[in-house]
């Protein structure tokens, strides 16, 4: 058998609720609306927690915000077939682990994944079945400003960034890729469409803890 059919049955039997793929670049907003749907519903959502080869920026906790490990580890793993999907940006490598994801439905959480437009091609050739949500800025100019004043980035790994959205915005229009892409131009109203198409959902979770 090989190792993507056992995958795919690997992730069939993973139980609970459909889970949500968001994907949009690094200023977009996508961060800030993830944060506010966790505070809001903290009961019915659980973080997939990344792994990544790149090391943590200030503030960030290993376990939380990402499984910051060695290029050696990480790559052992993904031969072991234990990422969902991975992928390279940088210079460094990012993924989802198949732990990661049974460790949140084993809690009967909604499983929030976080990948790149890579990850969503991977994740399209899986039987995982999540939702799959873009969040991208109103344009190229507003994530220069915004990525600019957040003052993390050198000149270098921004202009990177900024390369990375425009392709990232130009896959993001194929037909049938995504079930909603959500232009953050005003946080209220990109928060209420993304509640909105994660309703039932939601009610399914909500109905499945007091049951």
């Not at 050696?72 to 682990?97: D, L, P, W």
Request: charged share 25%; aromatic share 6%.
């Amino acid at each position: 058998m090989t190792w993507r059919r056992l995958l795919s049955r690997a992730l069939a039997a993973m139980t609970g609720p459909r889970p949500v793929v968001l994907t949009g670049p690094s200023g977009a907003g996508k961060s800030t609306l993830l944060k506010k749907l966790m505070k809001d519903y903290e009961n019915v959502f659980g973080f997939s927690v990344s792994h990544t080869t790149r090391q943590p920026r200030p503030g960030e906790v290993n376990g939380k915000d990402y499984h910051f490990v060695t290029r050696e580890e990480m790559q052992k793993e993904v031969s072991a077939g234990g990422f969902i999907e991975h992928a390279e940006f940088s210079g460094n490598m990012y993924g989802t682990s198949k732990a990661a994801v049974q460790a949140v439905q084993a809690q009967n959480l909604i499983c929030i994944l976080d990948v790149d437009m890579q990850g969503v091609k991977n994740l399209k050739k899986t039987d995982l079945h999540p939702i799959y949500i873009s969040v991208q800025p109103p344009s190229i100019e507003t994530l220069e400003k915004r990525l600019r004043d957040r003052q993390t980035e050198t000149e270098e790994s921004l202009q990177k960034r900024l390369n990375a959205a425009c392709i990232d915005m130009e896959l993001s229009k194929e037909p049938g890729l995504f079930d909603l892409i959500i232009i953050n131009n005003d946080l209220e109203e990109a928060y209420s469409k993304l509640k909105a198409i994660l309703a039932e959902e939601i009610q399914k979770a909500q109905e499945s803890t007091k049951s």
